[in-house]
């Protein structure tokens, strides 16, 4: 696909194939003439009044027949609109909230009958997507305060766990021309995850996954430096998953940048990733936001003058804000600083795994076990502060306002294109410009 395909798989719209039709109707009636018309108005009409009844009472079973009934009137995206445009004109508590149940209980109960029907599937998520969803954003964050988060969560995964399973040809399909099938399908989850969820479900889903790696680290793991042995499986299990975790993420998030082909999508998956590590920053886990930043700066991606420059400058200012708290000056201070106070107020943090390995290897080089004939008492202690320290955050729990097992597995297995590959796309999205060489390094070494 060239820089100036029109069709795009990663841009602010929507991830499905669009038609002209589309782009002009803010609603779905699709009209052969002025009777016809006359007819859909009519229908929509009746519904509103309807919807504005029944969502003025506070009785969840009418709201399940409502969801039952309203194909006898109206299509699945009218119904969708008229409950929306209804929580709009009512700007009060009760509205939004209502409206909110109303998608939900359209999602697990109607979802596939209105998806199938009248061969609209495709207009009809591409408005859930691009129309509904945003706009729910929004409203939650602007007119609430962000106070209905959850609720709003619960719509995200629904419609993303009930489009999931549609066939990988509901994308656009200039997003997956060369792909085997099951590539396009992960394709399609990408997209879809992307488009669907906000960077903070998304950062969310991140901490769960490395927290819970994070605990299972036992100290015997890190005694003798063991993970640096030639044959560390057995002995630093744990150890080596942090450090493959680390590696995969870094490497997924550059290969995903890399893969798009047009320039603006580039740009709009580096801001997104941005927008997940100051999520990740939010909420103290440095760990997963170390890994993003290490994606973001590895040569590959680096080197895309072009894309950067379409990169907004908020995003940018952000980067380098988190950047900063993650720089090596002072032997990570502003990092440690964090996480120092973070053990001061007693709160949840994720701690950049890395820099524990790290710590133990300057000790145990900088420090003789043997002081003088006798046991150095000096390195027994910091290695004993180092443990402490890390059980401290293991013993901390994290909650996931949404706990979604299958958007979990979605990010749990994670993979990367080889370092050369990387290059070679690089290259091939942006041309040479007097590099001798763009190889880097993305990964956190078991040996440093």
Request: proline share 3%.
């Given at each position: 696909?060239?820089?100036?395909?029109?069709?795009?798989?990663?841009?602010?719209?929507?991830?499905?194939?669009?038609?002209?039709?589309?782009?002009?109707?803010?609603?779905?009636?699709?009209?052969?003439?002025?009777?016809?018309?006359?007819?859909?108005?009519?229908?929509?009409?009746?519904?509103?009044?309807?919807?504005?009844?029944?969502?003025?009472?506070?009785?969840?079973?009418?709201?399940?027949?409502?969801?039952?009934?309203?194909?006898?009137?109206?299509?699945?995206?009218?119904?969708?609109?008229?409950?929306?445009?209804?929580?709009?004109?009512?700007?009060?508590?009760?509205?939004?909230?209502?409206?909110?149940?109303?998608?939900?209980?359209?999602?697990?109960?109607?979802?596939?009958?209105?998806?199938?029907?009248?061969?609209?599937?495709?207009?009809?998520?591409?408005?859930?997507?691009?129309?509904?969803?945003?706009?729910?954003?929004?409203?939650?964050?602007?007119?609430?305060?962000?106070?209905?988060?959850?609720?709003?969560?619960?719509?995200?995964?629904?419609?993303?766990?009930?489009?999931?399973?549609?066939?990988?040809?509901?994308?656009?399909?200039?997003?997956?021309?060369?792909?085997?099938?099951?590539?396009?399908?992960?394709?399609?989850?990408?997209?879809?995850?992307?488009?669907?969820?906000?960077?903070?479900?998304?950062?969310?889903?991140?901490?769960?996954?490395?927290?819970?790696?994070?605990?299972?680290?036992?100290?015997?793991?890190?005694?003798?430096?063991?993970?640096?042995?030639?044959?560390?499986?057995?002995?630093?299990?744990?150890?080596?998953?942090?450090?493959?975790?680390?590696?995969?993420?870094?490497?997924?998030?550059?290969?995903?940048?890399?893969?798009?082909?047009?320039?603006?999508?580039?740009?709009?998956?580096?801001?997104?990733?941005?927008?997940?590590?100051?999520?990740?920053?939010?909420?103290?886990n440095f760990n997963t936001l170390m890994e993003i930043i290490a994606a973001l700066n590895c040569n590959p991606v680096d080197r895309l003058k072009h894309t950067w420059e379409r990169v907004p400058a908020k995003s940018i200012e952000t980067k380098m804000q988190l950047e900063e708290l993650m720089e090596t000056?002072?032997?990570?201070?502003?990092?440690?600083?964090?996480?120092?106070?973070?053990?001061?107020?007693?709160?949840?943090?994720?701690?950049?795994?890395?820099?524990?390995?790290?710590?133990?290897?300057?000790?145990?080089e900088g420090n003789a076990t043997d002081k003088e004939g006798a046991l150095n008492l000096d390195k027994i202690q910091m290695i004993a502060n180092l443990l402490k320290d890390m059980k401290y955050f293991q013993r901390k729990d994290f909650t996931n306002k949404v706990a979604d097992m299958e958007t979990q597995?979605?990010?749990?297995?994670?993979?990367?294109?080889?370092?050369?590959?990387?290059?070679?796309?690089?290259?091939?999205?942006?041309?040479?410009?007097?590099?001798?060489?763009?190889?880097?390094?993305?990964?956190?070494?078991?040996?440093?």
């Open positions: 696909m060239s820089e100036t395909s029109k069709e795009r798989p990663f841009v602010s719209s929507s991830p499905l194939a669009r038609t002209k039709s589309a782009s002009k109707e803010s609603r779905l009636s699709s009209v052969e003439d002025d009777s016809s018309s006359s007819k859909a108005e009519l229908s929509t009409s009746k519904m509103e009044i309807a919807v504005s009844s029944i969502l003025s009472k506070d009785d969840p079973l009418m709201y399940f027949v409502l969801v039952h009934h309203y194909s006898e009137f109206v299509t699945g995206l009218q119904f969708l609109t008229t409950i929306f445009d209804h929580s709009q004109q009512h700007d009060d508590l009760n509205s939004f909230p209502k409206m909110l149940s109303l998608m939900r209980l359209w999602l697990d109960n109607r979802f596939w009958d209105d998806f199938w029907k009248d061969g609209k599937s495709t207009k009809l998520l591409n408005h859930m997507i691009s129309k509904f969803i945003p706009k729910i954003d929004k409203i939650n964050k602007n007119r609430y305060n962000s106070r209905y988060d959850l609720e709003v969560n619960k719509v995200k995964l629904l419609l993303l766990k009930n489009s999931r399973k549609l066939p990988p040809s509901f994308l656009n399909p200039n997003a997956l021309n060369s792909l085997e099938y099951d590539e396009k399908r992960e394709a399609r989850d990408f997209l879809l995850s992307f488009w669907i969820l906000d960077s903070r479900l998304i950062a969310e889903q991140f901490t769960t996954i490395e927290l819970s790696l994070f605990k299972k680290v036992h100290e015997k793991e890190l005694m003798n430096l063991n993970w640096k042995k030639k044959k560390p499986t057995q002995a630093s299990w744990n150890v080596l998953n942090m450090v493959e975790r680390f590696n995969n993420v870094s490497s997924w998030v550059c290969t995903k940048i890399l893969k798009q082909e047009d320039m603006e999508q580039r740009a709009g998956l580096i801001k997104k990733f941005i927008e997940i590590a100051e999520k990740a920053a939010e909420m103290k000056r002072n032997n990570y201070k502003n990092y440690r600083d964090s996480l120092e106070k973070c053990k001061t107020t007693n709160s949840f943090a994720l701690p950049y795994f890395g820099i524990y390995l790290r710590d133990l290897v300057f000790i145990d597995a979605f990010f749990q297995v994670l993979k990367g294109l080889p370092e050369e590959e990387l290059d070679r796309l690089s290259v091939q999205r942006e041309a040479l410009r007097n590099q001798s060489s763009i190889s880097g390094d993305i990964s956190v070494s078991t040996n440093d």
